[in-house]
C-alpha cells in the first residue's frame, strides 16, 4: 500500500448516485405499466447524466489557487495550498541540516551555521479540511516514496529555489527514520548518472548545468536542472564568452525540449530572475521568433515577457505530453521578506517572527499570496499547480537572514529557505499530489 492512497480518484465515486436510485426504484409499488415505464425511462436519464457529470471523468486537480471542488455534493479534493502551521517538535524537522552535507549546500544549513534559534525548523503544514472531511498530508516515509516513483524520475528544472527543493528532497529520502527500518536497509545506495542528462561543467560557467542521481534499489532517479527562466539560451557569438545571449521567450529550455519525453514527473519554477537587474548582469536580451524584440514592442517591458515565456513554455509542454501517463507541475512563486531595503540595499528579516494563528491566511493580500503569472499560464494546459506561495508567505521567519555563508554576513538573504524548512513542505505537498493519481498512471 502507498501512502496518501486516500485521494486516489477512484474513491471519489464511491457512494455514488446509483444506489440511491435504486434504492428509489425499489421502493415505488406502482401496478400501472404506463408508470413503470415512465419510472425507467427518468431512472435512465439521471443514470446517463449521472455518468456524465462523475468526478472521474471531469475533475481537474490543482489548476488554480483556490479550493477545488469536484462536480459531485458528496467528494471535494483536498486544497493543500490552505491551511495552518502547526508546531510539530516530535516529527519535525524530517532531517538533520547537520548530518545531510552530502546534499545540502553549507550555505543553507543554519543549524551548521550557527544560527541559535531552532523552533522554525519544527512546525508542519496542517491543509484545512474540506466540506466533507479532513485534509491531512501523511507522514513521509523515504521508502513510501521511492516505492511510488519506482523505475520512475523526477526532475527540478529552475532557479536556486529549485535547487533548495531538490537539496530538501535528497536529504528526505535519504534520512532513514525508525518506522522505515523494516522496509530499508541502513545503507542507501545512491549512483551518479548526470553524464545520462547531458549534465557537466561548461567553461566560465560557476556550476555545472544539473546533477542527477539514481536510488538503485528501485531505480529512481531524481535530477535538478538550472534553467532560471526555463526559456531557450543561446550566445550570440560562441567565439565570445562574454558575448550577449539570446533568451527566446517562444522556446523551451534545451533540456526540457531533449528531455521530457524521459522523465515521469516534472517540477518547474521561475520568477526571480525576471528583473531588469538580472537580465543585464546575464546579459539576456529577449527574442521571439528567432529575431530581438524591439524596445517599443509590448514585449520588450519584462512583466509581459514572463508572462509570455512560461505561458508559452507551459502550452508546449502541455502538447507533448497529451496522452501520456506524465505529471507535470509549476510551483507558484517562493515569497521573499526583506524589509528596510532589497537584498541589495540593506533589506533584512532577522528580526521576523513567526505568524501567529490571529493572522489568517485570508489576510495575506491576494497580490502576496498568488502566482498570477503561474494561474494563467497553466490555463487550458494539463499542467498542475503546485501552490505553495500563500503558505510560504506565513514564514518569513524562517529564511536565511544572516545565518548563511557560515557566519552572520552584513547583507542579508531573505529569498532562501533555511533547511531543514519551509521546502521541506513543498514536497510533501508535491508527494501527495503525485500520490492523488492513480498508481498505474504513473
Not at 288 to 303: A, E, H, S
Not at 410 to 433: K, M, R, Y
Amino acid at each position: 500500500m502507498v501512502a496518501m492512497e486516500f485521494h486516489n480518484r477512484s474513491s471519489f465515486c464511491k457512494g455514488g448516485g446509483g444506489g440511491g436510485l435504486r434504492g428509489v426504484c425499489c421502493s415505488l409499488r406502482v401496478k400501472s405499466t404506463l408508470m413503470l415505464l415512465l419510472t425507467a425511462m427518468v431512472v435512465i436519464m439521471m443514470l446517463v447524466l449521472g455518468w456524465e457529470e462523475s468526478p472521474l471523468n471531469s475533475v481537474v486537480i490543482f489548476r488554480t489557487p483556490s479550493r477545488v471542488t469536484v462536480p459531485s455534493s458528496s467528494a471535494e479534493v483536498c486544497d493543500y495550498s490552505v491551511g495552518e502551521w502547526v508546531a510539530d517538535p516530535v516529527h519535525h524537522p524530517l532531517y538533520s541540516g547537520k548530518h545531510c552535507s552530502l546534499w545540502l549546500s553549507p550555505l543553507w544549513s543554519c543549524r551548521q551555521n550557527n544560527r541559535p534559534d531552532l523552533g522554525y525548523e519544527s512546525f508542519r503544514w496542517q491543509p484545512a479540511p474540506t466540506a466533507h472531511g479532513q485534509c491531512a498530508l501523511a507522514p513521509f516515509r523515504p521508502h513510501n516514496f521511492l516505492q511510488r516513483l519506482k523505475n520512475k524520475v523526477l526532475a527540478f528544472v529552475g532557479d536556486s529555489l529549485a535547487m533548495q527543493q531538490f537539496q530538501s528532497l535528497m536529504c528526505m529520502i535519504t534520512t532513514i527514520n525508525s518506522k522505515d527500518a523494516h522496509n530499508s536497509s541502513n545503507t542507501v545506495v545512491v549512483e551518479d548518472v548526470g553524464a545520462t542528462y547531458g549534465f557537466k561543467k561548461l567553461r566560465h560557467s560557476r556550476r555545472p548545468t544539473g546533477v542527477a542521481y539514481c536510488f538503485k534499489a528501485t531505480n529512481t532517479t531524481l535530477i535538478f536542472h538550472w534553467s532560471a527562466t526555463l526559456c531557450e539560451l543561446q550566445m550570440l557569438n560562441r567565439s565570445d564568452p562574454m558575448s550577449a545571449i539570446a533568451m527566446h521567450l517562444d522556446q523551451p529550455a534545451a533540456f526540457i525540449r531533449d528531455y521530457l519525453l524521459k522523465l515521469d514527473v516534472l517540477v518547474l519554477n521561475s520568477g526571480h530572475h525576471w528583473n531588469r537587474g538580472k537580465m543585464n548582469l546575464n546579459k539576456w536580451q529577449s527574442h521571439v521568433n528567432g529575431i530581438p524584440v524591439p524596445p517599443k514592442d509590448y514585449l520588450y517591458r519584462i512583466p509581459n515577457a514572463y508572462s509570455f515565456a512560461i505561458s508559452a513554455v507551459a502550452k508546449w509542454i502541455s502538447d507533448k505530453i497529451e496522452n501520456t501517463n506524465k505529471q507535470v507541475f509549476y510551483r507558484t512563486l517562493s515569497p521573499r521578506h526583506f524589509r528596510n531595503g532589497d537584498w541589495d540595499t540593506g533589506g533584512t528579516c532577522d528580526d521576523a517572527t513567526f505568524v501567529d494563528k490571529n493572522v489568517t491566511m485570508t489576510s495575506i493580500p491576494d497580490g502576496l499570496g498568488r502566482d498570477l503569472v503561474a494561474e494563467k499560464a497553466l490555463v487550458g494546459t494539463n499542467l498542475q499547480l503546485l501552490n505553495i506561495t500563500r503558505l510560504s508567505q506565513l514564514r518569513g521567519e524562517a529564511h536565511i537572514s544572516k545565518y548563511g555563508g557560515g557566519k552572520p554576513r552584513a547583507t542579508q538573504d531573505c529569498l532562501h529557505w533555511c533547511l531543514p524548512g519551509v521546502p521541506d513542505t513543498w514536497n510533501e505537498i508535491l508527494f501527495s499530489q503525485i500520490s492523488s493519481a492513480p498508481q498505474n498512471s504513473l
